[in-house]
C-alpha cells in the first residue's frame, strides 16, 4: 500500500474516532436544551392549582398500566435475548429499559 493511501487512511479513521466521542455529548446538550426550554413554555402556577382537582382513580391506572407495559416490555427482551443466546436477569433489564 503507498504511504499517501496510508496517511489518508489514517487521518480519516482518527477524524472518526474524534466524532464518535463527540456525538453523545452534542446529543444529551441538544436533548438537555430541548428539555429546558419546553419546561420554560409551562405555566407551573396553573398546573399546580389544578393537581387538587386530578381524577386520583385514573391517576392510579396509568401508573399501574405503566408499569405493566414497562414489565412487559422487559420480558419481551428477555425472550428475544434468550433466544440468541444471551443470559441477562430480569433485573438488569428493567435497569436498561
Do not use: C
Amino acid at each position: 500500500m503507498r504511504l499517501a493511501t496510508m496517511r489518508y487512511l489514517m487521518k480519516t479513521r482518527l477524524q472518526q474516532l474524534g466524532r464518535a466521542r463527540w456525538k453523545p455529548l452534542v446529543r444529551i446538550v441538544v436533548s438537555l436544551l430541548l428539555l429546558v426550554y419546553i419546561m420554560h413554555l409551562v405555566d407551573w402556577r396553573r398546573g399546580w392549582s389544578l393537581w387538587p382537582q386530578a381524577n386520583l382513580w385514573l391517576l392510579g391506572l396509568a401508573v399501574i398500566l405503566l408499569t405493566l407495559e414497562r414489565v412487559l416490555s422487559v420480558w419481551k427482551w428477555l425472550l428475544l435475548l434468550r433466544a440468541k443466546g444471551a443470559r441477562v436477569s430480569f433485573g438488569r433489564l428493567f435497569i436498561i429499559n
